[in-house]
């Protein structure tokens, strides 16, 4: 047999590549035509809303799928050498040399042949074949084509292509609940526009909820005006604006609530804020202040955080070093006090910011080997739980950069820097020799000191109104996505006889047994389908008989002692709630109530109906007592 028969195989190689190429494209061509049909499908039902887009995404994926598995499919179909080598002698006119020679050439790798002469014939055709293998072209053997289905598959992507390109309406209530059967509340949610949403369509409220929302908003007045912060009162003007066009039918509900989370977002900038440790390190001056006699006051103030009084006794240093009130020596004594604050601010802020830069290098380190071992790691397991450790590293590690960004970014930091260093600069002016310049400079210090004191409690303020802000507003927008067209078929809080026979219950009376209809939320439920028409007796029974040898008698009263608040919630109940012990039992119940939605993330549905039911609970004002 001739020596190298390797080049034999090389144009049945390269055939056989195209022909497997061919194959896969008229399969995926074939396929495409089933793929653009249910795109098609697909895109009209998802146009008209009929399925949601994670349906959507599956079925075009499913598609995409299909184009793909045919052209795999196509490409794994079994060519074997002779089939390809009859393909190249047909095209070439090769007369069967080069698929004799493939033939004859295992035949004698396998020793099937022991006759000489034969042997002897093969490797003359095998020879032959070789001489001629410079005609052999495989691209002339397996032309490439349009496939035979590719004018059908452009039909149905054309097809596809305009289906995209129209515009459907949305569809309507009649024909959402076509046939008798209707979809469910949130699918008619999603498919169809909210009544309240449109400006010929107003947000309404019932009386109950419109008084909700006039004392949220004058508890947010009251606030303002308590805190004296304008940006407050500025922006509860904003809301009740935005609220009085939604009630004359300039805006829907959408619109509304839109504006008023604009709004929101707006005033709540910079509400993440942490003053804690602004304060923090205020109380920590203040007990260095209290050492000297002339700034003990102001160190009490700035330790009980009372940021309004030490504002005004800075201003009263002031005052009496612009009028040389001070001897020589109490002013070297506060100057003295002013200085050593200020150092015992500079030697805690650079133990802090050294103490902040070493967990930072120590994070950093840490993300550094674990990188290191992670690459030089070959187990799985090992490597998954080194990688594990990594991410918690970086996620340390970008918690501390971020933290130490916000400190050198927050402006109530400044303030305090700034505070302690005029605490310096001010105990600096008054050890000048000149007295004009030292009576002037000084008290331009004190009353800077005054002002940045001033700034730190208007930060306090703001950001303690903030978070107020942000939990009434939540409360407001809670209110209002609630509200529906009154009368409608989705009306919650419509006018009908549940509030007055739940302020009747309330007040101890009996109320109306036709008040709450089965099937209506908070009403009983029943196993007929007609309510009750009878009085259910005195399910209590009667009141226990008191015993033994009693009589009454009048006793005075003991000053300081009243009733308990088991007894003024029972009396508030049985007569009505105007009454002074159940006014501070209210306020206090409603203080706890409100502290422990804050703190315990109760969800905004049911912090609206505990809001609603301390409403109706609320002791009337004098006004009305009256």
Known sequence: MPGDIAPLYAPIRR???RLRLRSALEAATTASILAAAIAMVTMYLARRDAIGTSWAIAMGMTAGALVVGAAVWGAARRLPDPFVAAKIDRACGLHDRLGTAIDFARRLQRGDVVDPDTRAFMEAAIADAMRHLPN??????TPFAIPRDARAAVVFAAATAAVALLAFPRPGPWQICAGGRCASLAELDRLMPDPGAAPDDPVELDDDDVLYTEELLADLRRTAEQTRDPHLEAFVDEVEALLARAKAGQIGKQEL???????????LRGADEDLDPVLSEL?????ELQKNELTRELGKALERRDLAKAEREFDKLADKLANDELSDRQRQQLAKALERAADQFDKRQRARDQKADRQLERARRDVRRLQRRLARETDPQRREAIARRLRQKQRELKRLERDKQ?????ASQRRLKRLHRNLRNAARDMRRDDAPSRRTLSSRRMKDLARDTGRVDADRRKLANQRKVATQ???LKEALRRARRRGGMNSKFGKNRRNQDFRARARGGRGRRDAWRPAQPGGPLRSDSRWGDEDGGNPLGDPTPRTGDVKDEQLSGVHGRG???RETIITAAQKGFASRAYEKVYASYKAVIEEVMRTEKVPSGYKYYVKRYFQKIKPPSPESVD
């Open 257 to 267: 609530l839109k504006q008023l989370a604009a709004k929101e977002r707006e005033y």
């Open 15 to 17: 055939a056989r590549r």
């Open 136 to 141: 052999a072209d495989p691209a002339k053997a």
């Open 473 to 475: 507003m939540g409360d």
């Open 283 to 287: 109380e920590k001056t203040g007990r």
């Open 563 to 565: 009733p308990s608040v």
């Open 406 to 410: 916000q400190r050198e970014q927050s």
